[in-house]
């Protein structure tokens, strides 16, 4: 009788170990899943970005960043319809908030005036970032909270940083590109330079401290970037009465600055995401 019960507890404690590994494994694919997704959702972000870069150019006269933007929205279409069967993306609203936004700025973007494509552009980059908190929300509450006070800027703060230097390309490549920086120019450059250069010391702060996935040469190079980028601004876009700046030199500026801080990101994600491999 008595090795009939250590069998049947022997038994027990095998299927609870058997429980616990694949609760553990499906977990880790559910983590995966979701910095996979966040990756994908950083990827339509940028291309947005650009295109809201690019779509400030073409409406002060500039027709040769035509086939770009034709480009881009095969980009964005390439990354987005493929999601549209995502199960974790089936119950988030701001996802369908988005391709209904999408689907219709991006037949009539380059019909609307300077002020309101770069208005809707940012709406919808906006609704994108939240949607991004919302999926890392898998992984803030999916048993790994130890780990959340480190990564949460990862996807709130450090995102923003970015988004802010977009803003700052699309206002500056038209400023550029007319030729002149009106007053209202000035203030909205004023304020991107100061958030940028407040959110990017913080992130990159903290970056320095994590060092998860990017190098210190990676992280400085980045961070020099941001503020040789605000001090174009300051120096060629505000506090000048005619704009000599080739519009294609700040966009170019803008781009790489915004280039080295994705590349920092997604460094940081991919060294979570090796975790749950």
């Known amino acids: 009788m008595s090795m009939l019960i250590l069998g049947m507890v022997l038994l027990l404690i095998g299927l609870i170990a058997f429980q ?11 983590l995966y899943n979701a910095l996979e997704l966040i990756g994908s959702i950083k990827k339509i972000i940028s291309y947005t970005q650009k295109h809201r870069g690019l779509t400030a150019s073409y409406l002060q006269g500039n027709q040769s960043v035509r086939n770009e933007l034709l480009a881009l929205k095969q980009h964005i279409s390439g990354i987005a319809d493929p999601l549209k069967h995502n199960d974790m993306l089936k119950r988030e609203e701001r996802w369908d908030s988005y391709q209904d936004h999408w689907s219709r700025l991006k037949g009539n973007a380059e019909t609307l005036t300077v002020a ?11 609704t994108l970032l939240y949607l991004l908190e919302d999926v890392a929300e898998n ?12 990564i949460h800027f990862l996807w709130h703060e450090f995102p923003k940083v970015i988004e802010f230097i977009g803003q700052a390309r699309a206002i500056g490549v038209a400023v550029a590109t007319k030729g002149e920086s009106t007053q209202i120019d000035k203030v909205k ?15 990159f702060d903290r970056l320095t401290l994590l060092q998860a996935g990017s190098s210190i040469a990676q992280i400085e190079q980045a961070k020099q970037a941001c503020l040789t980028l605000t001090k174009t601004i300051r120096e060629q876009l505000i506090n000048v009465s005619k704009v000599t700046l080739a519009s294609q030199e700040y966009f170019n500026l803008a781009s790489h600055t915004m280039d080295l801080c994705n590349t920092v990101l997604d460094n940081e994600i991919n060294a979570i995401k090796h975790n749950y491999r």
């Open 189 to 203: 450059l004023g304020y991107l330079v100061e958030k940028i250069n407040t959110l990017s010391s913080q992130s």
């Open 20 to 30: 616990w590994f694949r609760s553990r494994r499906l977990l880790k694919q559910r």
């Open 116 to 126: 309101s494509s770069f208005q809707q552009h940012t709406h919808l980059i906006e």
């Open 139 to 150: 992984i803030e509450f999916g048993g790994e909270q130890q780990a959340t006070p480190q």
